[in-house]
């Protein structure tokens, strides 16, 4: 069985700060990671993915996660952070298997002005 | 438009009502679901539909009923619910359980309970 943990369920960051948002993971076979962001009273947006490959992903709005498979995680970071940031974001394994995507409870990121 | 549209975005029902949640996928994928979204908890699956079939119950309480009439819409009805059943509702679509390319979601439906 897959699980998803983000350790964090807040995180206050100034604007133009840089941030990290953690997620790791735990699953018995190869898996394919996800960062979904969700703004308020929205659906889920996908922000990028990891496949395979490279272990450093970009995706939409400045964001990039690395793989690391040694410490099964799969943070997200961006350099610079805007007010427009603000929202929550979950992480998500998924496998190739005929199971749905696992998804973790979510990180509120709030950029304070 | 995200190519998965719900409607409606808002509904606020009495607890003896009936009512149904719609979903709509233009983008060719073969499996749709149900998520629930309660404040402060996490999201929560309900169904699974892949083909057409229910492939997935998530101990949801019956007052749900889940319909998948073709690959395209996916429908959530809805009867006397509970107070604790308001949350927003998403529905989300995929290409075969979402390898490699992930779900895509709709905007939901904020589905209000009196």
């Known amino acids: 069985a897959q699980s998803v943990t983000q350790l964090d369920s807040q995180v206050p960051v100034f604007e133009e700060a840089p941030v990290e948002l953690r997620c790791n993971y735990s699953?018995?076979?190869?898996?394919?990671l996800f960062w979904y962001v969700q703004y308020p009273n929205q659906g889920l947006q996908l922000l990028l993915k990891?496949?395979?490959?490279?272990?450093l992903v970009k995706g939409i709005n400045g964001f990039e996660a690395e793989f690391n498979k040694s410490q099964t995680s799969f943070h997200l970071r961006k350099p610079s952070v805007h007010i427009s940031d603000t929202a929550e974001y979950f992480c998500?394994?998924?496998?190739?298997?005929?199971?749905?995507?696992?998804f973790g409870k979510g990180t509120r990121l709030s950029v304070i002005a | 438009e995200t190519g998965v549209t719900q409607t409606p975005r808002h509904l606020v029902m009495g607890m003896t009502n009936k009512k149904s949640l719609k979903c709509e996928q233009h983008?060719?994928?073969?499996?749709m679901y149900w998520y629930k979204q309660s404040a402060k908890k996490p999201l929560e699956l309900m169904f699974v539909?892949?083909?057409?079939?229910?492939?997935e119950n998530n101990s949801v309480p019956s007052r749900f009923s889940p319909e998948c009439p073709n690959s395209s819409h996916l429908f959530l009805h809805l009867h006397t619910l509970q107070p604790e059943d308001s949350a927003l509702y998403l529905c989300?679509?995929?290409?075969?359980?979402?390898?490699?390319?992930?779900?895509?979601f709709g905007s939901g439906t904020r589905l209000t309970v009196v």
């Open positions: 989300a679509s995929s290409q075969d359980k979402g390898y490699p390319y992930g779900y895509t």
């Open positions: 699953s018995s076979v190869s898996v394919y």
């Open positions: 990891y496949l395979s490959g490279s272990t």
């Open positions: 998500a394994v998924g496998s190739s298997g005929n199971t749905p995507l696992v």
């Open positions: 983008l060719g994928h073969n499996a």
């Open positions: 539909y892949s083909l057409e079939e229910r492939v």
